[in-house]
């Protein structure tokens, strides 16, 4: 309650100092759920203050953190890079808390189980044996309770079938509603998939149980049902101060989490915490929320939240996601896997500040005993303690919203508040939409994610193509990836490519990269009037919560317009390339970028490799006065062998390793050409030639050349996706066009043997094969039907012209009879 007894509205706008100069920014508040004008608690409008909700690090990061932080990563540069705010970025990596203490102790229990029963010759001995079928049993008496209770490996494939056959293989209709929004429709998806994976892992060790093999392939088999089995059997047995076991887990994928960060382009945090470095500050965080009479400790020594007590001195719970605030299913995630069974505590929507450790669990000293931060509680703890009483901006997941950040809002006002005077701890927040397969989120536990590395080692993807797709969607929207998304990826990178592969040849050959002032054209000044209309655009765009999808459509428009402008000059052209650059360099798209270097045009990947650029330039040249002087009418022979022996190269003497593939294809097309010139061969087979070196030979290296008009010499570029996916369709038309061919041609062959078939039949005889038909007359056409009616006028003149023609055919086929 405000001093004056009246209840203060659930978002109050910050105000800014009236000298401050603020851009006309708006942010999607999820407080407010609208956009609201964004000011900074910093009275001069300059500094803002961040803090990210990290990765908890117990595996590798999978697509779904990818579009999470690169989205961030992309407001985070914009807010910087364009409208110029000191952004202090503070992010957490959760490195203690359910998911981690069971992934570390079961991974331990694991390591140890195999060096106890390890064997010299690497063989499976009956106790290894005897141990994983008691594993095996574990695992579906807990995951797969259908099953019979004395279900074995040998009987496992028919028990599940006739126990889990239409779960485990959805119907069509069971497969549409998966696509479905809305939480009923997601629970359904999630038990199918769920109920999947327990009975691939149990299919996976039904394999090893029977052939036990050699030691490293029994384990791969049967490590997930070994991992809860000796953690039941052993996991209570850990001591508590032993958090080495957890460290060296969580201490490992951070490092792998950061590796794919940068591997993304994601900035690095400006302060990086972590819950296990801060847990005296989190015991203090709770007992002043306890002091403060929102919190109270129970007599196992945990603590929770009281939100009752919380909403009875006039605090607002649930302002993220109010419609969830009584959702069973959702606290009692929001609690951690660890935390289900009787509790002491007072109501069951109270969240745990404090959790008293179980044996086997780690733990840290505290007033209530021995035991652990809960999950919410550490973000609060952290980012209160690094940035203050006030956040301008707190971001993570959508699905974060509750309970975690509703619980982190709740516990950081319940913290800093004092009777009569309510803190607003966070003024923005931002939750940026999840990556979905098939309407799902992507999960861990579900096995339905890739990680960042598999996609970037696949090359299906890679960081620049990863963010244009978040680019192209609204930061706050789910993105489902399908092949419309795909090729819309695509399609954009490429047309960027070939802007700036254009943009860089024309600047290379103005006067050595430097443009000198020529008269503008009408063409000039309507693309330079389009290129103003595009930067106020981009603003407005930006300004309206950082509207990235508006942006990438105003890029790619004015691009088209440069592509069909005619007689541009080239400083118009470089002037609109490094706008361009400059824009896509804010939004990440560029590792090397360099928003200090005004005159840098592109991003990097558009020049082919060092190691080739001594041989393929000189090929590339060879065979462009080649082609010129296959197209003058009179081959010059002479001047084409001149040409070849005249090539040189700038390159050292052996050649390298990384240039011999080069060399070799430069040294061969110099001798094919010589070759051909000294057989005084034909155009055609020149020109041939230079197609195969195009198309074969380095098109096999990842090089391209761009045939242009005269004089212009060929384009040399790397292959991007965009050129490789124009050849494949090309060639793919190419096939069904054959194939199509084909078919016409085996069509009509047939219909002539048809016809032939039908002109050996004699056409006295031709009617006379029918059932239709009683009486004919002297030349075999019908007179009277089956029925017995005399046959109409009508149709004995239908009659009369088919026999005609069979006639014909007749007579034309018996020639050929007898010159056989």
């Known amino acids: 309650m405000a001093s004056d007894g009246r209840k203060q509205p659930p978002w109050i706008p910050p105000q800014a100092r009236p000298d401050a100069q603020l851009p006309r920014l708006k942010i999607y508040n999820s407080l407010t759920r609208s956009k609201d004008d964004f000011v900074p608690v910093d009275p001069t409008g300059r500094m803002v203050t961040w803090y990210a909700c990290g990765p908890t690090v117990y595996e590798d990061a999978h697509l779904g953190h990818a579009k999470n932080y690169v989205s961030t990563d992309i407001i985070r540069r914009i807010m910087k890079d364009y409208f110029g705010f000191r952004v202090k970025f503070v992010m957490n990596t959760t490195d203690i808390d359910d998911k981690i203490i069971l992934q570390g102790r079961q991974q331990y229990l694991l390591a140890r189980f195999k060096q106890e029963h390890a064997t ?41 079938d006739k126990a889990y056959k239409e779960k485990a293989e959805p119907s069509p209709l069971a497969d549409a509603a998966t696509a479905k929004q809305g939480q009923q429709g997601q629970a359904v998806t999630v038990a199918d998939l769920l109920l999947k994976a327990h009975i691939g892992t149990a299919r996976s060790a039904v394999e090893a149980l029977q052939a036990p093999g050699k030691l490293p392939e029994f384990f791969t088999k049967t490590d997930d049902i070994l991992l809860p089995y000796l953690d039941a059997l052993h ?292 693309l330079l009037s389009a290129l103003d209309k595009a930067k106020a655009d981009v603003d407005t765009a930006l300004c309206d919560s950082f509207n990235t999808s508006a942006v990438m459509r105003i890029l790619s428009d004015l691009v088209t317009e440069s592509n069909s402008a005619e007689a541009l000059s080239d400083q118009t052209v470089i002037l609109l390339a490094r706008w361009v650059t400059r824009i896509v360099t804010i939004f990440g798209l560029d590792p090397e970028g360099d928003l200090s270097n005004l005159v840098r045009i592109g991003w990097s990947g558009l020049d082919i490799p060092a190691p080739a650029k001594p041989y393929i330039y000189p090929a590339s040249q060879l065979r462009d006065k080649v082609r010129t002087l296959a197209y003058s009418g009179s081959v010059d022979h002479t001047a084409i062998a001149k040409l070849a022996d005249g090539i040189t190269i700038a390159a050292s003497t052996p050649v390298v390793e990384s240039s011999k593939p080069y060399d070799q294809v430069l040294q061969q097309f110099r001798t094919n050409v010589k070759a051909l010139a000294a057989q005084q061969a034909p155009a055609k087979d020149l020109l041939a030639l230079c197609d195969q070196l195009r198309d074969v030979h380095l098109w096999n290296l990842g090089i391209y050349l761009e045939d242009r008009n005269n004089p212009q010499p060929a384009l040399v570029r790397p292959l991007d996706k965009l050129l490789i996916e124009a050849r494949a369709e090309r060639e793919s038309a190419g096939t069904a066009k054959a194939k199509a061919k084909l078919e016409q041609e085996a069509r009509k062959a047939e219909r002539e043997k048809e016809l032939r078939e039908r002109a050996k039949v004699d056409p006295l005889l031709m009617f006379r094969t029918s059932d239709e038909y009683l009486e004919w007359d002297e030349s075999g056409i019908p007179t009277v039907d089956a029925a017995g009616n005399v046959v109409s006028k009508n149709r004995r003149k239908k009659l009369v012209k088919e026999w005609e023609k069979q006639k014909k055919r007749h007579d034309e086929w018996l020639p050929t009879q007898q010159a056989a």
């Not at 290894?128 to 797969?144: D, Q, S, T």
């Not at 929507?349 to 021995?370: D, I, R, V």
Request: aromatic share 10%.
């Open 120 to 160: 010299e010759d690497d063989s499976v001995s009956d106790s290894i044996l005897a141990e994983a079928k008691a594993a095996f049993r574990h695992y579906i008496g807990k995951n797969l309770p259908s099953l019979p209770s004395d279900t074995s490996p040998e009987t496992f494939p028919e028990a599940a």
């Open 235 to 526: 996991g209570a047995e850990m001591d508590s101060n032993n958090h080495k076991i957890y460290l060296e887990l969580t201490q490992k994928f951070e490092r792998r989490f950061f590796e794919d960060m940068n591997a993304l382009n994601v900035l690095a945090p400006d302060q990086l915490t972590r819950v296990t470095e801060y847990v005296p500050q989190i015991v203090r965080f709770v007992e002043k929320i306890v002091a403060n009479g929102f919190g109270y400790a129970t007599p196992e020594g945990s603590v929770y939240f009281d939100i009752d007590s919380f909403e009875k001195a006039g605090h607002s719970y649930s302002r993220l996601e109010p419609w969830n605030k009584n959702d069973p299913a959702l606290q009692a995630d929001g609690e951690g896997s660890l935390s289900k069974g009787r509790s002491m505590k007072r109501s069951e929507n109270h969240f745990a500040l404090w959790k008293a450790s179980k044996p086997g669990e780690p733990a840290w000293p505290s007033p209530w005993g021995h035991g652990r931060p809960g999950w919410h509680i550490e973000c609060s703890a952290m980012a209160s303690e690094v940035i203050g009483k006030t956040i301008d901006i707190h971001s993570g997941g959508v699905d974060l919203r509750f309970p975690h950040h509703d619980n982190e809002l709740a516990q950081s006002e319940a913290y800093w508040s004092t009777p009569g005077c309510q803190v607003q701890w966070t003024n923005y927040f931002i939750h940026m939409g999840q990556l979905r397969i098939r309407g799902l989120k992507m999960s861990k536990s579900l096995k339905n994610y890739t990680t960042i590395r598999t996609v970037l080692s696949q090359k299906e993807w890679s960081a620049r193509s990863l963010r244009i797709c978040f680019l192209l969607m609204p930061w706050q929207d789910g993105i489902e990836v399908t092949d419309e998304l795909m090729k819309a990826v695509v399609s954009w990178e490429g047309k960027l490519n070939n802007f700036f592969l254009k943009s860089l040849d024309l600047w290379k050959h103005s006067s050595a990269g430097t443009t000198t002032m020529q008269e503008l054209g009408m063409a000039d000044q309507q």
